[in-house]
């Protein structure tokens, strides 16, 4: 069968989920011609699993994405059902932006705004096979047998490539939500030399809103006033929805234990390896024997649908021994399925084979993201798309890459844990993940990113310009609490007194009365009776720049540290084997990763600091030769 040539673009985007889609809307954004591939029009920006967008550390990615000019934030605020902050009850650092969303909404929004982007062709096909030219242009071939030529190319295949369900004894290749799979471009893929391994993940069923008996079930209300995740959006958001919780039994136990050996992830069919952080329910009833119940979730998929979603209820169980084991569940007792449970398997690569700017090391012009890339979660993927597109078209333009390192977001977090650690089982993101947390709120991500996008070209200047009005109240408020002195009196002993904090007999500054962890802003609102009329979200950075002023200092003297040695550059053609005084284990692990500088090497599994300084004193006489 002859192909046709169907087109030429600068950036080719082969998948249109989470990833894809940030990925074509940079590339095209910043003035490349970009075509995005979806096998199935209908199932861009799906969410195949839960309906929500954040989460603990997800919510921080979001918020970055949307400071440096992405798209996810703002389409997950205008389909938010119920918004809510967590971790509240923690310190600011772990705060953490979640929303239920109308899935069928954000999917439809997504694609049409992919479909409105100028430089942009949203086009159905599927890529099964492509190539490097000899110019080092790249050649996509269709099922359909058309050839496209691309300067640039991002895989972000998410769940498709390989994909295979499992629903306990049945298996059948399949993409999430019965959507035909890449059944292809994997092979073509090793055909070029690209390492593939199977990872797997999982989603609960949906079961009909008219079956569930919410009389007993405990209500989770939305948080007021809500907060959104783009800063963009300067109308508040409506809590439409309140979603519910319920618990797993010894019964649901029993069900679960007496048909264990019919889950095809206990008896050897799935060859992949799970997300740890995210396990099936007959994975914690395993791992967790001591416990005798598990929490679920109830939550809604959208307005217009009566489907509801059971998260913490993922299973590969067989469809009727979901049915047993939900119907032991207080509320569940009569729920219809109307999409059972089931495991997906699928290809991706190993994320070491990658640079910082997720192009491949070997493949100069190729680009993964997502779960391609060995990652879990819509917001991951959508992280790593924004940077790969950026990157993408940084590289056709002949301008220097994005790189974001670990004390810049969670993003170059996220990024620089995939290429330096790599990822044996999904990796999910966690605010445990970076040692600088403290600094990457979610609060200040426009403080961190927002300069980045601008000057990329990803932020528009009436934005920038309530950015930096925004940056310049701050100053002028957290200016006025150290000028300001609050004098002794009856009012101010009586909310010490009351708040259980030490009195004052003289004038004190309002900074020191705002450091003290027992007070903030709306306790100290009687005596402070020149505050000017100022958005919470201004007092919220002050309270906490003041509260945090002596840890923060000391995150950002060790952010100074760490980027001293990311200063200090490896050169790509060592030989470590030959470097002498490296152990075995470091010279195999440093051989493999060809780390950029120092700081990137320490934070390789496997290299201690006994061979960093093996590695700065051979640095120290590679110099000494060079200036001879």
């Known amino acids: 069968m002859s192909t046709y040539f169907a087109g030429e673009y600068d950036v080719a985007v082969i998948g249109a989920g989470h990833a894809g889609i940030e990925a074509a809307l940079a590339s095209a954004r910043l003035g490349c011609h970009t075509a995005v591939f979806t096998i199935n029009m209908d199932a861009v920006g799906n969410c195949p699993c ?79 096979d492509f190539e490097q030219d000899k110019d080092g242009t790249w050649l996509l071939t269709t099922r359909m047998l058309g050839v ?115 889950s095809p992830l206990y008896g050897g069919k799935i060859e992949g390896v799970g997300p740890r952080y995210c396990p099936s329910l007959e994975d914690k009833i395993v791992r967790f024997a001591d416990k005798s119940r598990h929490q679920l979730f109830i939550e ?9 979603y059971l998260q913490g209820m993922s299973s590969s169980l067989p469809e009727e021994v979901q049915l047993d084991f939900y119907h032991t569940i207080k509320g569940l007792e009569h729920a219809l399925i109307m999409r059972p449970a089931y495991a997906i398997e699928y290809d991706c690569i190993d994320p070491t084979d990658m640079l910082a700017t997720l192009e491949f090391k070997k493949f100069p012009g190729l680009y993964g993201a997502g779960q391609f890339n060995g990652s879990s979660g819509y917001e991951e993927a959508a992280a790593q798309g924004l940077i790969a597109g950026i990157n993408a078209a940084l590289m056709v333009q002949g301008k220097e ?41 979610q609060d200040n991500a426009d403080e961190r990113l927002t300069p980045i996008g601008y000057r990329l070209g990803l932020i528009g200047e009436e934005r920038y310009q309530r950015f930096l009005h925004k940056q310049e109240l701050i100053k002028e408020e957290l200016k006025r609490v150290k000028m300001t002195v609050i004098a002794p009196s009856d009012e101010l002993s009586n909310i010490l007194v009351s708040r259980e904090t030490s009195d004052v007999t003289t ?34 950075q002050v309270e906490i720049a003041v509260k945090y002023d002596g840890y923060i200092k000391k995150q950002l003297a060790a952010v100074e540290n760490m980027r001293k040695l990311e200063t200090k550059l490896l050169p790509d053609d060592i030989d470590y084997h030959a470097v002498t005084g490296l152990r075995l284990e470091a010279q195999e692990k440093l051989n493999a990763i060809k780390p950029l500088n120092i700081g990137q090497a320490s934070r390789i599994s496997g290299v201690s600091p006994a061979d960093i300084n093996v590695l700065m004193i051979y640095l120290m006489k590679q110099r000494g030769r060079t200036n001879e």
């Not at 035909?180 to 993940?201: D, H, I, M, N, Y």
């Not at 809604?300 to 509801?308: Q, R, V």
């Not at 170059?412 to 403290?438: H, Q």
Request: net charge neutral; proline share 5%; glycine share 8%.
């Open 300 to 308: 809604p998929c959208g307005e217009d649908t009566e489907e509801m």
């Open 507 to 540: 004038g004190i500054r309002l900074i020191d009365l705002l450091k003290r962890p027992e007070l903030n802003y709306e306790v100290l609102t009687p005596i402070d009776r020149n505050r000017p009329e100022l958005p919470f979200v201004i007092f919220e």
């Open 401 to 441: 890459p994005l790189v974001l390192d670990r004390a810049s977001s969670y993003i170059g977090t996220l990024i620089d844990d995939l290429v330096t650690k790599g990822a044996n089982e999904p990796y999910r993101m966690m605010t445990s993940r970076s040692e600088y947390r403290l600094i990457l709120r």
């Open 148 to 262: 496209f030529r691309a300067k640039a190319v991002i895989i972000a295949t998410g769940t498709y490539l390989g994909g295979r369900i499992y629903v306990g004894e049945v298996s059948y290749e399949s993409g999430p939500d019965g959507i035909f799979p890449a059944a292809f471009l994997g092979e073509s893929l090793r055909k070029l030399g690209v390492k593939t391994r199977r990872f797997k993940t999982g989603t609960p069923a949906r079961v009909k809103r008219s079956s569930i008996d919410f009389t007993e079930l405990e209500v989770q209300e939305g948080d007021e006033p809500t907060v959104p995740f783009s800063y963009d959006t300067l109308s508040p958001l409506e809590n439409k929805v309140v979603c519910h919780v319920s618990w797993t039994n010894e019964n649901t136990k029993k069900i679960i234990l007496d048909n264990i050996h019919r």
């Open 50 to 128: 839960n309906p929500s967008i954040g989460g603990t550390a997800k919510g921080h990615l979001v918020r970055e994405i949307d400071a440096l000019g992405g798209e996810m934030g703002k389409a997950a605020d205008a389909c938010t059902l119920q918004s809510r902050m967590l971790n509240r009850g923690k310190g600011p650092a772990v705060h953490s932006l979640r929303a239920q969303i109308d899935r069928r909404k954000y999917s439809s929004l997504m694609k049409h705004t992919l479909e409105l982007q100028n430089y942009l062709d949203l086009r159905q096909a599927e890529i099964t």
